[in-house]
């Protein structure tokens, strides 16, 4: 950036447009309603960990097991596992091959919602981050509440005008 000036940094960039009142003005709502937006999410990403989380715990059966294999017909490090609850729906799962278990045996698995199966019992953990989504969520509503309530004063002056760092006037 030879022979720029400092006050000069952000003139001719995309978006520049003075540190005026009405610059930041313009941005004021932005973090408002981001704000919501993000609560939502949050909140709901937590119901989503929750509900995984109640789901029950059934005895799978194994089906098959296979190498699993990428788009070059290579095989890595792990195997396709095909599991079978109780009730008839199947899910195949990517496993290691140290964890894999054998065809025909029995496993403990979560059923979510929607009949997909994981092997082992997550509710502890599951509960545990959608709480936590949950808490974020809703601290992030009572942020926005708060804000409703108490509003930033608005930017009455111009900060700092185009010309206050001019080392010669404008000449018009």
């Not at 909140?43 to 990428?70: E, R």
Request: aromatic share 6%; proline share 6%.
């Amino acid at each position: 950036m030879a022979g720029s000036k400092e006050h000069q940094l952000g003139k001719g960039t995309l978006g520049y447009k003075g540190e005026t009142a009405e610059y930041y003005e313009s941005k004021r709502g932005l973090w408002n309603r981001f704000r919501w937006v993000l609560a939502a999410v949050c909140i709901a990403i937590g119901v989503a960990f929750v509900v995984a989380a109640a789901s029950p715990i059934v005895t799978a059966t194994v089906l098959s097991v296979s190498p699993t294999v990428v788009g070059d017909g290579v095989a890595v490090s792990t195997n396709d596992v095909v599991l079978r609850a109780p009730d008839g729906h199947t899910s195949t799962l990517v496993m290691p091959f140290v964890t894999t278990p054998q065809v025909g045996s029995s496993q403990p698995a979560m059923q979510l919602p929607g009949g997909r199966l994981v092997i082992g019992d997550y509710s502890t953990q599951g509960r545990g981050a959608g709480l936590l989504f949950l808490a974020i969520g809703l601290g992030i509503v009572l942020v926005a509440l708060w804000r409703i309530r108490h509003p930033k004063p608005a930017t009455t002056t111009v900060l700092v005008p185009d010309d206050t760092y001019a080392l010669r006037p404008h000449s018009s």
